[in-house]
């Protein structure tokens, strides 16, 4: 293993795939729409769930700014800083 590519390599697909197992194993619940009319179809249009988005996003809830400074920041100093060479 000269420049250590095939190491490298080898730890993302195994932990590619311990992430692929866990979410196999987990159960993530789905929302039930509050939106759908009996005969199944959505009551909403599309720029309805655009705006609704847009007026979280504007509009955030208090328990939520914390987590998207972080996420801001993080993809901040990830698209700013130069790796190493």
Do not use: K
């Amino acid at each position: 293993m000269g420049n250590g590519t095939p190491l490298v390599i080898t730890i993302d697909a195994l932990t590619f795939f311990l992430c692929t197992a866990v979410l196999l194993l987990v159960h993530v619940p789905s929302p039930t729409r509050s939106d759908l009319t009996t005969g199944g179809r959505i009551e909403q249009s599309l720029w309805a769930d655009v705006r609704e988005g847009a007026i979280y996003i504007r509009h955030p809830a208090p328990e939520n700014i914390p987590r998207i400074i972080g996420c801001s920041a993080r993809m901040f100093f990830l698209n700013t800083c130069p790796a190493s060479p």
